[in-house]
């Protein structure tokens, strides 16, 4: 299927040969769904802390001084996140009954507008609006034409939001100020990621918005007179974009004849995670943050997860210690791995078991949102915890299919990471990737259908063969926002 001129665009943009050939079996042959035994429960896969027993993880994450780094994928742009906006300037024909129509069929379009001088990028718009228009926002709507103000919400021509990643829309509205999601992670980061004298974060961002990003937040930094705050970011590399096929498996291109490639979504950033050489690494997503006043259980929990994480990776550390100084450590092993999501595992694993990146994750209880949860997955005779997703599921298997609807929690990606071996040594992140975790999904362009592949979930498949332990979480603690309107939640005001 490919030509010798494919073969020399592969090579020139630096993607391996042999990984391509084999994207392109993938295709054809798909990915293998999970089996999945049973959701992961309370007292079964998770663990519900005490009072106590978080204010004794958060003093031990406290006392300790390792190196610490909070990474946030923040590359995303916020299209979607303004999908009903869109929707109504291609419907709306500035009339009261087409408002009125529309407003009724869409609840957030009409909550939009009604509450619209709440949002924390309000100033903005109106300034805008009054510098293209000569009126202001309420006299604009007044004459029903409301898709001037969504027009220079979300094209280039106004704010850009539609085309702007998350992390640099505002948010949240202060007294004296309104703060980025990027802002508020900063805010949030100085609270729990501050060790030894110093702040490390590092944000995840698209190309195209890397010097927007470095320039916000150095003067974010700069007006805070904060010299202890260390940001540094990453693109997600080129070589690890996947192949485009069409729907018989052939090479997508286009126009000109060339190989169509495609990022292979949050799969492929665990290249910039493994790049990290911090002890431990916090994972959250660009837009789960809230104001200050709410932040104050984020903050707990986060130093719980770490300190508790701290406990698993001493205990392992010392069995393998003491292995190499020749002791059995055969039952403490075996006890400890099921304490970290594994079972059904042979004694002659435990030592390789125990040697291997851990992560704690927080869970929150199920309330309809769509996304991943904590599972017990199949893999042989051995069972691990893990993060799945429905599209890794037969879901028109009866049996998995009930099980996974039996999901009692739901991943808000929340995430603590150690990424060194009892050596010191960092781990090879790349080494613990479920291949056969990846995903195919249909999209277009141009016009033209085609099929993308997404490598496996930086959180699913990703960290497949990591020791995992899930932790329930407070819902305070998980406040994503997937539409615009999210914003006017009270989490958020």
Known sequence: ??????????????YDLKSIEAQLERFKNGFRPLQIADPAIIDSGIVKLSESETDLFI????????????????????????????????????????????????????????????????????????????????????????????????????????????????????????????????HEGIAYVLKNGKVDLHFTVSPEH?????????????????????????????????????EG???????????????????????????????????????????????????????????????????????LRQRDSGEDITKEGRDLLEEMGIKGFLDSDIPDLLNRPIRVCGMVKNEGEPGGGPFWVKNGPVESLQIVESAQVDINDKAQRKIFKKGT?????????GVRNYKGEK?????????????ISEKSFNGSKLLAMELPGLWNGSMSNWNTIFVEVPLITFNPVKTVTDLLKPTHR
């Open 249 to 319: 498996f052939e090479p997508f291109r286009d126009q000109s004849g060339k190989i169509l490639f495609r990022p292979a979504g949050h799969g492929a950033i665990l290249e910039n995670l493994n790049d990290i050489s911090a002890d431990l690494i916090f994972v959250k997503n660009i837009d789960n943050v809230v104001p200050d006043y709410r932040k104050n259980e984020t903050i707990r929990f986060k130093k719980a997860l770490a300190g508790l994480l701290l406990s698993y990776q001493e205990k392992s550390f010392k069995l």
């Open 1 to 14: 299927m490919l030509t010798t001129l494919d073969k020399n665009q592969i090579t020139q943009k630096g």
């Open 427 to 439: 781990f090879e992140l790349l080494d613990y990737r479920d291949e056969e975790a990846g995903f």
């Open 409 to 417: 929690h739901f991943n808000p990606v929340d995430l603590v990471c």
């Open 210 to 246: 890397l010097n927007a990003f470095k320039a916000h937040i150095k003067a974010t930094t700069t007006r805070l007179e904060n010299s202890k705050i260390i940001p540094a970011f990453s693109i997600q590399k080129p070589e690890t974009d996947t192949i485009a096929v069409t």
């Open 59 to 186: 003093a031990k994450y406290d006392q300790s001084d390792f190196e610490v780094v909070k990474f946030v994928p923040a590359s995303g742009a916020a299209t979607r996140m303004f999908k009903p906006i869109y929707s109504f300037i291609e419907n709306f024909d500035q009339s009261s009954a087409s408002f009125e129509t529309i407003t009724r069929e869409d609840k957030k379009v009409g909550r939009f507008f009604s509450d619209i001088d709440e949002f924390a990028f309000y100033d903005d718009l109106e300034d805008l609006v009054k510098n293209k228009t000569g009126q202001n926002i309420d006299q604009i709507k007044q004459e029903y034409t409301h898709d001037i103000i969504a027009r220079l919400l979300v094209n280039e021509e106004g704010l850009n939001y539609g085309n702007l990643p998350k992390g640099l829309l505002k948010f949240h509205k202060y007294e004296k100020e309104a703060r980025t999601a990027a802002q508020e992670h900063v």
